[in-house]
């Protein structure tokens, strides 16, 4: 598998769904989702021109982020537990996943702390699944007012992961919910540029929707690196 080829190949995919629907191409960020993905891979994406990759697993991060070049962006995308906040604000740009108050209460700590202004995006729970992370839609507005009085935080936009279904498009749905609902809170000037809201949604089987749908970055894993270990 050529790596070089992938993204390329993926990168022209994201180009032509954007134009096709009126869309910049330069207004859809791929993140490359490297969890449980070999060093070597890394380091053949990012001289293949990828800038920005996005992790899990604090542990896994902390190793790669120590061996990888420093203009490497990282996300944190996985699950993050409030005692583990300090750790994601030293080593990531941007945390997608917060989705309650005590996380953001424990990042605005430790951000304060070393005098950072934290990048995070809200995760929003669009398809109300029990084990799924993310604020429910109704409560997104409050956990957002409850952000805005946090000093060293920027609330950048919203992110998703829509419940899983046999066929991506029936993940459309979720996708206009999460937009739709970017909309009204930017309207309210809810976010840190409510002029520029990030949109965080569609993975390797379905960016193309999500990109239709107004997507700003997309996560993309399996199609740019292969099956992971
Ligand atoms: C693993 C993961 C991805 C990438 O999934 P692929 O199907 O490999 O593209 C995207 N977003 C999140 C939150 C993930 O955990």
Redesign the pocket.
């Known amino acids: 598998m050529n790596i070089c080829e992938n993204i390329a190949a993926v990168q022209k995919t994201i180009q032509r769904t954007a134009l096709a629907c009126g869309r910049q191409p330069q207004e859809v960020k791929l993140v490359a ?1 490297s ?1 449980k993905q070999e060093m070597e891979k890394i380091k053949q994406a990012c001289a293949c021109g990828l800038h920005i990759f ?1 992790e ?1 697993y604090l542990q896994e991060a902390r190793n790669k982020i120590c061996a990888c070049p420093v203009e490497i962006r990282w996300h944190f ?2 699950h993050l537990q409030s005692n583990k906040a300090g750790a994601a604000v030293k080593l990531f740009d941007l945390i997608q996943t917060v989705d309650r108050a005590k996380v953001a209460n424990r990042i605005q700590h430790h951000a304060e702390r070393i005098g950072k202004q934290q990048n995070i995006l809200v995760q929003v729970n669009v398809g109300r699944e029990q084990q799924k992370s993310g604020v429910v839609p109704e409560d997104t507005e409050e956990l957002l007012k409850t952000l805005q009085d946090m000093e060293n935080i920027r609330v950048l936009g919203l992110m998703t ?1 829509p419940p899983w279904t046999e066929d991506p498009e029936k993940r459309r749905p979720f996708f206009q919910q999460l937009k739709e609902l970017a909309d009204s809170l930017a309207q309210k000037k809810l976010f840190f540029d409510s002029q520029q809201v990030e949109i965080s949604m569609g ?3 379905d960016y193309t929707i999500a990109i239709e749908e107004g997507a700003t970055m997309v ?5 740019l690196f292969g099956a ?1 270990s």
């Open positions: 989702v969890k996005g899990n995308i996985g992961i993975m390797s089987g996560r993309v894993g399996t199609a992971r």
